[in-house]
């Protein structure tokens, strides 16, 4: 436990925040702890993805990137 600890801030769309929460209460885990074990994971993760859903997850994530930085603009 005496590892050291950050904190991660994301503003996420409400569909979003509401996946996440349904996910972890549905899985008796909290988001904190998915999280983590997700981000021990994508440590392993090659560039790019081996996991074809990781491959598509990154497409999207393109995606959404793309469109906040277009209404940034206007």
């Not at 909290?30 to 990781?54: H, N």
């Amino acid at each position: 436990m005496g590892e050291e600890r950050i904190v991660i801030s994301a503003k996420i769309s409400k569909d979003a925040a509401e996946g996440w929460r349904n996910f972890c209460d549905g899985n008796g885990i909290s988001l904190t702890a998915m999280l983590e074990v997700a981000g021990l994971d994508l440590l392993k993760e090659t560039v790019p993805p081996r996991i074809k859903e990781r491959l598509r997850m990154v497409d999207d994530a393109r995606e959404v990137d793309r469109l906040r930085r277009m209404r940034q603009r206007n």
